[in-house]
Structures are given as structure tokens and as C-alpha cells.
């Protein structure tokens, strides 16, 4: 259970990240916004709580890491790292642009404070799993990687080669999360390939896991905690979202993966998203 300094700190940076993430999607005229703000939760959690990180120095070897598997959410991340100083906040209006940091695809060789590059679906996980082994075997005793999946990518075969490692390995500095927002690229995960009983699943995998609400930062918190005192089982919590949360125009509607954002949208949702927040909803 957070304080409630701590909380009212964290649902401050949440709104401030969901404004940068329209914001800077806006500024190219489309990106994936839905799976974007699924996820600003997590890592304004994680970056502003959690992660044992040092933007100065954005390659220190013993830092926590976060692999975005379902790396086509970048500007959410993107915003968070911006926020906490790997770069300017500027740069976010030049997200795909030439010559750009801030690739719509996450990219370690390009963008300080991304660890790993992601965007085939599937890949990022194993990476996360490879790289809290190798934190491992190096002796960084307290250090953990956080990995972030998405519901869809979850129907791709790797992502079970390396449940079925981590488990079989019990690498349990790795702390990975499955976006459940309930959709993906063209619709609706229970229409293309249902994904039930994930928590079950990861268990039979022998995983310790945990299914939340995604956008309770104490859920959050609490199930963090909690994977932190589990040792010998890598650890999944499930998170249940709503995709597009935040970035009103796309809730609830069915082609909200990747949208175009202009400039007269961009300002009405974020003044609707500012008055459903101080109206406490
Ligand atoms: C291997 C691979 N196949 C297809 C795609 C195209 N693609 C990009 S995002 C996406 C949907 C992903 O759904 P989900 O993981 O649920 O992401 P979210 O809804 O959270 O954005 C697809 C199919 C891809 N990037 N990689």
C-alpha cells in the first residue's frame, strides 16, 4: 500500500505522461496510442518507484532494466524517460520524424535509456529473460528486469519458449507484466485468439503470478512487493487494462491500436482527460 503522497505523486506523473504520449503521437499525426496508454501505470510505477536507475548514466551496468516486448508503445516510455531526465522533453515532438531518437518502435541503439529494441512481437521477452539471467550470473545480487508483453503478442509461440525456460531456470529477478487490454492489432483478442487463464498459465509454467487491476497503482505495488519476497520463480502479473485509458476519443473503440491524432483532437482530449481527472473519475 503506497502513501498517499507517494499515490498523489504518481497519478501526477500518470496524467502528465498520458498528456506527453497525445501530445507527442500528435506531433507526427498518428501512432499507437492505444496500447500506449494502457500501460503508463506500470511504468510511471516502475520508473518513479520502483527500478534502481540512474538517467546520468543511463548504461550503468548494475541498473534494473525493462524490456517493452510490445515495443510499438515507445511514446509512453518515451514519455516517462523524457520526465525523468534521459532526454529532453523537447525531443518528444520528434518522435518518427529523420533523424529522430524516438523511433515509433523502441530502440537501444538509438535512445538513451531504452535497454533493449522491440517491435517484433514475441522477441522481447526472451531478451528479458537472457538479460536478467546474464544479471545473474554476473552477481548483481538486487538487480531485476522488468519486462512488459502485450495480450496479443502473447499468441506467439516464443513467448512460451521462454515461460517455459524462465520457469524451468527460476529466474526470479525477472518481473514481467502481460498488458491484458483485450485487444490488439485488428480487433479483439477473445475474437482472434482468446487469452484465458493467463495467470494459471504462467503458474503451470512455474511462474508465481498475480492478476490486478492495471491501473491501481497499490495493485501495482502491492503485487511488486509481493514478487520481490517469492524466491526461486520468475513472476508474472497480469495486468487488467483498458487500451487507448486515458486518450478518451479511442476508449471503448474497436480500431484504437494505431490512430491519427490533429491538432483540434489532440487539444479536446487532453482538456476532456484534465476534467474527467479533476472530476475524480
Ligand atoms: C512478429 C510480429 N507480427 C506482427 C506484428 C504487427 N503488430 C504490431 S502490434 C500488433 C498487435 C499487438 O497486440 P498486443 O500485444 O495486444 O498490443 P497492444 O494491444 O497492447 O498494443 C501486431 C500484430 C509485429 N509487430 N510483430
Known amino acids: 500500500m503506497l502513501d498517499a503522497s507517494t499515490l498523489a505523486m504518481l497519478k501526477k506523473e500518470a496524467l502528465d505522461a498520458r498528456i506527453k504520449t497525445i501530445e507527442c503521437i500528435s ?8 496500447g500506449s496508454m494502457s500501460i503508463i501505470e506500470t511504468l510511471v510505477y516502475l520508473y518513479y518507484v520502483e527500478m534502481k536507475i540512474r538517467s546520468d548514466e543511463p548504461d550503468w551496468k548494475e541498473r534494473d532494466r525493462l524490456v517493452l516486448s510490445k515495443g510499438h508503445s515507445g511514446p509512453a516510455l518515451y514519455a516517462v524517460l523524457a520526465k525523468k531526465g534521459y532526454f529532453p522533453v523537447s525531443e518528444l515532438m520528434t518522435l518518427n520524424q529523420g533523424g529522430t531518437k524516438l523511433p515509433s518502435h523502441v ?13 517484433s512481437l514475441g522477441q522481447g521477452f526472451s531478451a528479458a529473460l537472457g538479460i536478467a539471467a546474464a544479471q545473474r550470473l554476473q552477481g548483481y545480487s538486487g538487480s531485476y528486469t522488468y519486462a512488459i508483453v502485450g495480450d496479443g503478442e502473447s499468441q506467439e509461440g516464443q513467448i512460451w519458449e521462454a515461460a517455459e525456460c524462465a520457469g524451468a531456470w527460476g529466474v526470479d529477478n525477472l518481473i514481467a507484466f502481460t498488458d491484458v487490454n483485450g485487444q490488439q492489432l485488428d480487433g479483439y483478442t477473445e475474437d482472434i485468439i482468446p487469452m484465458h487463464h ?8 512455474g511462474f508465481d503470478a498475480y492478476a490486478i487491476n ?6 501495482i505495488a502491492d503485487a511488486v512487493a509481493s514478487a520481490k519476497k517469492v524466491k526461486g520463480k520468475p513472476h508474472m502479473i497480469i495486468l487488467n487494462t483498458i487500451k487507448s485509458y486515458g486518450y478518451i476519443p479511442g476508449e471503448g473503440v474497436k480500431s484504437n491500436h494505431s490512430m491519427s491524432i490533429n491538432e483540434e483532437t489532440k487539444k479536446s482530449s ?10 475524480g473519475e
Do not use: C, Q, V, W
Not at 530502440?107 to 517491435?119: E, N, R, V, W
Not at 493467463?198 to 509454467?205: G, I, M, P, Q, S
Not at 492495471?214 to 495493485?219: K, R, T
Open 214 to 219: 492495471g491501473h491501481d497503482f497499490n495493485a
Open 270 to 279: 487532453i482538456e476532456a482527460l484534465i476534467k474527467r481527472e479533476e472530476a
Open 27 to 34: 506531433s507526427f499525426g498518428s501512432g499507437h496510442i492505444g
Open 107 to 119: 530502440d537501444m541503439l538509438k535512445t538513451p535509456g531504452i535497454d533493449f529494441t522491440a517491435g
Open 198 to 205: 493467463l495467470k494459471e498459465r504462467y503458474e503451470t509454467f
